[in-house]
């Protein structure tokens, strides 16, 4: 998988892209429930007061304040505020109508220094002299609300208040009496200051005339609408994520499939030995379809929970430190629940890419192979055999997916039982005025987002096994290294290539072989002459022509074209001078004009039409009316074999090289259209040098040059006269084919 590493640079740029967005998209997330904390605390509780410094004061509660304040807080608190007289401002009277009867005090521009140093003056100001309102209202309700003031109402002079008590108090007592009040502020809750200060600013502004309604509206409407816009910006990003994740994983399967296609072309038939077909199709499509999916996960997840889980926790024990370990406890039993997952799910992970392999084979068998298979009545054993292959698929893929299928309840368990501790515990501290509503309902928000977090980067640990044993069956066909390499320092055939091919002394052993195939070949084939080679089933026929194109490479002695040794020259320049016919005609999905261009992309009409004359293929392809248009579909199953012989050689004739190569080509053809093949061949390809590989008699009778080859040695050499009368191999071949009137 790490190898695979690369093809993501040059999608860089799109990733960076997504990280930036995928940390807008992770904060905007994280700011919702602190906003919706707001509505709560301020828009519904405190009825949109945002904090506790008051925007307006009427002029008697504002000297009411100044007695409780020190001089330097005095001069801080007037310095922030200005009077206003009786005024026509129809504005202010409207939105404070009490200033048509009495002076009031509005507040000025603050900095954030002096917002900072105010606040807490006259949050204790407001609260003294609400307090003291209720108790002399109230005094039994007021005691509830703060359990203890340096005075006591009830010994107070009767006709004096204690405002008035305390203007004629000395400074020193005053100030006394102030510094008592103010430590018994600093060993309050900071939730309960915020409380009581918001609770007598709404009094004020009661009495100031302030239409509370509308300020609470206001207050919700503009956080709310703060709240959509959020809510805007994070669906836009979370778009765009997904976009760019999309982008950059199709871009890379689609570089990863395309590296694999082109390595497999460069594979010689020794590496395809290595990898079985149905193998290499389910690296290049499901196991590259793994990396795609792994890419866009990481990209989409990998960077995203981890912004959501610690800005998460960040801000969930700001709003309650001590709550701390609701999050850590929920957090281990996550944990513990992914890594059970983790051990009973992965070591299936690794065995699902060998199944698949296994029941693409046995379809891909079943398919090519269904007439054999209804000719030996197999369908039932055929069926049982698929059967098998898919069940085992079948079954470890519902084991994991049973194991996964758990996560999920087990998740909503420990989610809605993290719910309810929050709020069972965040109740208590609500109780107490250490906490308050909205605060609880952001708690819980921020340790569902963490929870989360968690989840996204356990199911990515869950998956990356998967695609790290895809990554490593995909590297293994990336890293094979080709026998068959283009010389560092190529020669050139000479030009023209005359076609001529010479073996010296060829031995050559498979891999991994005990023994050699071929032995001491020698022999030479000239242009302008046929060489056909001949010999029984196994013999080495099509090994030796294989040598020619380095289908093969010889373990011992050399194969030269026009004296230069095959291995000393390009690949694609040697093969660019070879006509090959295989054994077993291939033909592509197309038409029959398709499939001659084959040859030459360039080719003109009367060259095609000149290969299908000289293949014998005239009589199938231009009875059908659409001619050389006709199409051919997969593997050329529409066709016969014999037809689709015939085209094959036609695409070999229409690239006119020096050198032709027929491994038993016309094998499928009734002796007729053979004979006939081979009088149109031996005119049209008469400068070129032609190898025929096959096991007809009748075929090279007449070839200027026949091998007879046995058990991988040559045997004989010469005409097919010279060969009758020397070689009992060549023999016993001929007389079992042919009378001995063809044999004359």
Known sequence: MLRLIKYIKPYIFLVLTAIVL?????????????????????????????????????????????????????????????????????????????????????????????????????????????????MQENPEGAAEMITQLP???????????????????????????????????????????????????????????????????????????????????????????????????????????????????????????????????TRATNDVTQIQQVTFMIIRLAFYAPILGIGGVIRALDKSPNMWWIIALSVGLLLLLIIITFMIAVPKFKIIQQLIDRLNLVTRENLSGMMVIRA?????????????????????????????ATVMPAMSLIMNGLSILIIWVGADQIAQSTMQVGDMMAFLQYSMQIMWAFLMLSMLTIFLPRAFVSGDRIAEVLDTTNVIKDPQDPKALPEPVSGKVEF??????????????????????????????????GCGKSTVINLIPRFFDVTRGSV???????????????????????????????????????????????????????????EFVFTNPDGIKAEISQGGTNVSGGQKQRLSIARALVKKPPIFIFDD????????????????????????????VTQRVATVKNADQIIVLDDGRIVGKGTHHELMATCQTYQEIATSQLSEEELA
């Open 560 to 618: 030269l074209v026009d004296d230069i040794d095959v291995r000393d020259i390009r690949q694609s320049d040697l093969r660019d001078k070879i006509g090959y016919v295989p054994q077993r005609g291939i033909l592509f999905t197309g038409t029959v004009e398709s499939n001659l261009r084959f040859a030459d992309q360039d080719a003109s009409e009367e060259t095609l039409l000149e290969a299908i004359e000289i293949a014998q293929a005239s």
């Open 504 to 537: 010296r002394d060829v031995y050559f052993r498979y891999p991994d072989a005990e023994e050699d195939v071929l032995e001491g070949i020698t022999f030479t084939a000239l242009p302008g002459e046929t060489t056909a080679i001949i010999g029984s089933t």
């Open 22 to 134: 995928l940390f807008i998209m992770a904060n905007a997330d994280l700011a919702l429930p602190d906003y919706l904390s707001q509505i709560v605390n301020v828009g519904i509780q405190h009825k949109g007061i945002e904090d506790a410094i008051p925007q307006a004061i009427r002029a008697e509660r504002f000297d009411q304040m100044r007695l409780f304040f020190s001089p330097e807080e005095q001069a801080l608190v007037e310095q922030a505020y200005q009077r206003i007289e009786s005024t026509g401002d129809a504005d202010l009277l409207a939105d404070y109508p009490a200033l048509a009867s009495e002076p009031i005090y509005l507040l000025g521009e603050l900095t954030e220094q002096e917002h900072d140093q105010l606040e807490p003056l006259m949050a204790r100001g407001m609260i003294i002299t609400f307090i003291i309102q209720q």
């Open 665 to 692: 080509s016309s094998s499928a053809l009734d002796f007729k259209t053979d004979a006939a093949l081979r009088r149109a061949l031996k005119e049209k390809t008469g400068q070129s040098t032609v190898l025929m």
């Open 376 to 404: 030996f009545n197999k369908q039932s054993f055929e069926e049982a055999r698929f059967d098998k292959a898919n069940r085992e698929l079948a079954d470890v893929g519902l084991f994991i997916n049973r194991v996964m």
């Open 151 to 281: 005075f006591d109402l009830t010994q107070m002079p009767p006709g004096l208040d204690i405002y008035t008590v305390l203007a004629m108090a000395p400074p020193a007592q005053r100030d006394q009496i102030n510094q008592q009040i103010s430590d018994q502020f600093e060993a309050m809750p900071e939730t309960l200051i915020n409380q009581l200060a918001t609770t007598a600013i709404e009094r004020e502004y009661e009495l100031l005339g302030v239409n509370l309604g509308h300020v609470q509206t206001n207050y919700i409407l503009r956080t709310g609408g703060m709240m959509v816009l959020i809510s805007l910006v994070a669906g836009i990003t979370n778009i765009s994520v997904s976009y760019l994740a999309s982008r950059t994983s199709a871009g890379v399967a689609r570089d990863v499939r395309k590296d694999i296609f082109t390595k497999v072309e460069s594979f010689s038939s020794q590496e395809f030995n290595n990898f079985s077909t149905a193998s290499l199709i």
